[in-house]
């Protein structure tokens, strides 16, 4: 990897996930703020062209790299591959998978947990250790709204959500003296590719522009929690208190 002498002090952020609904319009953001952009994700025919389109728009450094957030050996070379380290990293690493699948085929569920859990784990262990060293930094996880309560239709995600936001909790508090700032994101529905086809509800189902432009601005402003919609946080509020003895009886989708 190459990096122009013209970028050398320009502060980078590592987009993981960089392919995604929600990354895109992300990237852009951070370009226009005159960040560098690590964009990284599996796909480097899409990235390259989304590099390039970043570098011409907002004249910053913009560079695609390939990383496979199940391939957990190759995440420590990965991160000492990069000729700049990244003040921030996003991960928006997800697969929503098949719930109906994965009860009979548990290399679903694995796939499920690996992406949206084990690797986001092991690559932000990586960074974490990073910024603390440095004392500098931030780290964006997103989670989903999904890991809040399971339910039947897909309780396997929402484990593996559950799972991260409590990570990301965790190490928020870790991080908290060493200056390294941790945002948790709660997506609610998100008009995306991941769920093309579902009956999302129009009022409470944000676009990705939208999501993108809370989470440029809540990692701005430091906050440590974002449900966007912004609605969803009271919905939650009502769903988390149902008892457990009727919210089993529910079929709440």
């Known amino acids: ?6 970028w050398v002090i320009m502060k980078y952020v590592l987009i993981l996930g960089a392919g995604s609904d929600i990354a895109r319009p992300l990237s852009k953001l951070y370009a226009q703020g005159g960040y560098g952009v690590y964009l990284a994700s599996r796909n480097m025919e899409k990235l390259a062209r989304d590099a390039e389109d ?3 728009r907002y004249n910053v450094d913009v560079t695609a790299l390939k990383f496979d957030v199940t391939e957990i050996q190759t995440h420590q070379s990965f991160y000492n591959s990069l000729p700049i380290k990244p003040v921030g990293v996003v991960c928006i690493a997800g697969y929503l998978g098949s719930q109906e699948i994965a009860e009979n085929n548990f290399s679903e569920s694995l796939r499920i947990i690996s992406v949206n859990f084990t690797g986001c784990v092991s690559i932000l262990n990586i960074i974490a250790d990073d910024f603390e060293h440095r004392h500098e930094g931030f780290i964006v996880g997103v989670s989903s709204v999904a890991g809040e309560r399971g339910r039947k239709k897909n309780y396997i995600y929402g484990a593996a959500k559950s799972g991260f936001t409590t990570y990301l909790s965790g190490l928020r508090n870790r991080l908290y003296s060493s200056n390294v700032h941790v945002l948790t994101v709660h997506p609610g529905f998100v008009e995306t590719k991941m769920t093309a086809g579902l009956p999302l509800p129009g009022l409470m189902t ?17 906050k440590d929690f974002l449900y966007s919609k912004w609605i969803w946080r009271y919905i939650m509020v009502v769903i988390r ?10 079929s709440i989708g």
């Open 206 to 222: 944000a676009q990705p522009e939208e999501v993108a432009r809370d989470i440029f601005q809540a990692q701005q402003s430091e």
């Open 1 to 6: 990897i190459t990096i122009s002498t013209n």
């Open 54 to 56: 970043l570098k011409i």
């Open 241 to 250: 208190a149902i008892p457990e003895f009727v919210f089993k009886k529910l």
